[in-house]
């Protein structure tokens, strides 16, 4: 079984948005892993939110969905206690819900890989002290 790619807002914005500063790197990284590539419903929000004033941005992202491109494979009621304690736990950092949410499917997915653009991905642990694999500019 391949590796699951579990996908951050910030490649999914600079996939959509072709004016984003990271939109050739993402589309080159993508060009090379087999979808579906998944997610949680705190990136898809924050990347809606995000969308709003991008052209055809939200229609974009609905398409993505649809086609199974993206999977939706957490359920935050089913790991609360969990993404509490990863909440507190890098408080400091700070850390976001769709952060925590992904820093959680790492440890659910074995083998997994964050694609990402956010350096804390770098400070974050799987495990609490397990390094998280990524896919970022520069890594």
């Given at each position: 079984?391949?590796?699951?790619?579990?996908?951050d807002?910030?490649?999914?914005?600079a996939?959509?948005?072709?004016?984003?500063?990271?939109?050739?790197w993402?589309?080159?990284?993508?060009?090379?892993?087999?979808?579906?590539?998944?997610?949680?419903?705190?990136?898809?929000?924050?990347?809606?939110?995000l969308?709003q004033?991008v052209s055809n941005?939200?229609?974009?992202?609905?398409e993505?969905?649809?086609?199974?491109?993206?999977l939706v494979?957490f359920?935050?009621?089913?790991?609360?206690e969990?993404?509490t304690?990863l909440?507190?736990?890098?408080?400091?950092?700070?850390?976001s819900?769709?952060?925590?949410?992904?820093?959680?499917?790492?440890?659910?997915?074995?083998?997994s890989?964050?694609?990402?653009?956010?350096s804390?991905f770098?400070?974050?642990r799987?495990?609490?002290?397990?390094?998280i694999?990524?896919?970022?500019p520069?890594?």
């Amino acid at each position: 079984m391949r590796d699951s790619i579990l996908l951050d807002t910030g490649p999914l914005i600079a996939f959509i948005d072709r004016r984003d500063h990271y939109h050739s790197w993402v589309t080159t990284e993508l060009a090379t892993i087999q979808p579906p590539l998944l997610s949680c419903e705190a990136v898809i929000s924050e990347a809606w939110f995000l969308l709003q004033r991008v052209s055809n941005g939200r229609e974009t992202l609905v398409e993505l969905l649809k086609s199974q491109q993206i999977l939706v494979a957490f359920q935050l009621n089913q790991e609360v206690e969990s993404i509490t304690e990863l909440l507190t736990r890098y408080i400091s950092v700070p850390i976001s819900l769709a952060d925590a949410s992904l820093v959680r499917m790492a440890e659910r997915y074995p083998g997994s890989i964050v694609l990402t653009l956010d350096s804390d991905f770098l400070i974050y642990r799987k495990h609490k002290n397990q390094p998280i694999p990524v896919i970022m500019p520069g890594a």
